[in-house]
Nanobody, 124 residues
Framework: QVQLVESGGGLVQAGGSLRLSCAASGTFFSINKMGWYRQAPGKQRELVAAKTSGGSTNYADSVKGRFTISRDNAKNTVYLQMNSLKPEETAVYYC??????????????????WGQGTQVTVSS
């Protein structure tokens, strides 16, 4: 089981920046992908950015060029640098980790965990 602890949310004016952090702990074999999702009131949760242990990244089109995801594999921590924030990006931001919790017969058994979420509020 992996536990994820997020930090760094808060209130910022439009055009401002925030940096989110998410640290993973617990018992696992390896963490493959770590990423950030967000959910605004009345909307579905959506992918913001994700990064694999191998370094591959993907971003939502709406954040490309403004947000940067980075990862410290040694610390099992993922970061999201958010610049030029917009009011419509007000949401609860959740960290997600996909990880292998066992290896049986050479096959990795994987699952995922979610953090508790951190509120990001962008004022106009």
């Amino acid at each position: 089981q992996v536990q994820l602890v997020e930090s760094g949310g808060g209130l910022v004016q439009a055009g401002g920046s925030l940096r989110l952090s998410c640290a993973a702990s617990g018992t696992f074999f390896s963490i493959n992908k770590m990423g950030w999702y967000r959910q605004a009131p009345g909307k579905q949760r959506e992918l913001v950015a994700a990064k694999t242990s191998g370094g591959s990244t993907n971003y939502a089109d709406s954040v490309k060029g403004r947000f940067t995801i980075s990862r410290d594999n040694a610390k099992n921590t993922v970061y999201l640098q958010m610049n030029s924030l917009k009011p419509e990006e007000t949401a609860v931001y959740y960290c997600n980790a996909e990880y292998a919790y066992a290896v049986i017969g050479g096959t990795r058994l994987s699952t995922s965990s979610w953090g508790q979420g951190t509120q990001v509020t962008v004022s106009s």
